[in-house]
């Protein structure tokens, strides 16, 4: 039986209930996080806790037992027996139940806080093979710096890529390619990588961060640009990543094709250093 966190109890998932006056059902008014175990331990646990936080702050939102995020975590893999697999551990906050009005319930209410664990092993054909995403207007808010639950503007452009056979949707605003609905993007020419800054316009992404600190480490170069649009004929390489997939190489953004339709070499570099960075992060080496 699944066992849930949901408000300061673990419980059997069947019993884990919700009001219909959640904000987070009513209004999308949550945030939510999400990270890797890798059958052992969690790969940069206080990027994404610290993510998390950086959410409730940005969001006005205050949950006394915060202290508590990183211990949760680790009893959500113990309670659901997954200490030796490979899992992911969702957490999410909504503003709490009163009834729908827009403004914060006055006086504040509790938060709903709810955490899930799940196996997950990532899918080796997808960064082996690499896959092809489809390019699209971003239709997203300007605050995409911050992780919500408030998905359905990615959610949307997700499908209808989905339906065409691509594997990501990934935005375009002001002519420059931003972030994927579920991951943020790298372009690779000339040998140095260029991905998008740190700003509203993307979420930092834990695998983004890491793969740059990885990079730079190797004297790999990184340039924190936007790539334009009308750039991409001339890139040689790109790759998605996040939590759940780590590194996966694009072949093809729309119907351009990239490089020569192949994952490319610095791609491959970076899957290898960066899947042995997470293995040097195992505390039981
Ligand atoms: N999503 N950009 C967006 C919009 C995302 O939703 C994600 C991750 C990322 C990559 O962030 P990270 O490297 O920290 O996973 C970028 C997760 C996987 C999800 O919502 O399930």
Redesign the pocket.
């Known amino acids: 039986m699944e066992v849930v966190y949901l408000n300061g109890q673990f419980l059997p998932k069947d019993q884990a209930l919700i009001s219909p006056d959640d904000r987070g059902f009513l209004f999308g008014d949550s945030v ?1 996080e ?1 990270a890797r175990w890798y059958g052992g331990y969690f790969f940069d646990l206080p ?2 806790t610290g ?1 998390f936080r950086r959410s409730m702050k940005e969001t006005n939102m205050v949950w006394k037992d915060e202290a508590k995020l990183e211990e949760i975590f680790e009893e959500l893999i113990e309670r659901n027996g997954l200490g030796a697999d490979c899992a ?1 551990v ?1 957490f999410q906050a909504t503003r709490g139940v009163a009834p729908r009005n827009h403004a914060f319930p006055d006086p504040p209410v509790k938060p709903t806080i709810y955490g899930f664990a799940r196996r997950h092993n990532i899918n080796t054909l997808a960064a082996e093979r690499g896959v092809a995403i489809w390019l699209t207007p971003d239709p997203r808010w300007n605050r ?1 710096d911050i ?1 919500t639950t408030a ?1 359905i503007a ?1 959610v949307l452009p997700y499908q209808e890529a989905h339906d065409q056979g691509f594997a990501e949707v990934c935005f375009v605003r002001n002519g420059f390619v931003t ?6 993007i790298f372009f690779v020419r000339n040998e140095a990588l260029y991905t998008h800054p740190e700003n509203n316009d ?8 890491n793969i740059i600190s990885v990079a730079r480490a190797n004297d790999v170069s990184v340039v924190e640009e936007a790539v334009a649009t009308d750039m991409i004929p001339y890139m040689n390489e790109a790759f998605i ?5 780590e590194i996966v190489p694009v072949t093809r953004i729309s119907d351009q094709v990239i490089g020569d339709g192949n994952p490319g070499h610095l791609t491959r570099k970076l899957q290898v250093l960066l899947r042995e960075f997470i293995q040097s992060c195992d505390p039981h080496r």
């Open positions: 939510y999400v990027g994404h993510r992911i969702y995409c992780k998905l990615n972030e994927g609905a579920h991951s943020n993307i979420l930092s992404g834990i695998t983004r961060k990543c996040n939590t759940t997939g």
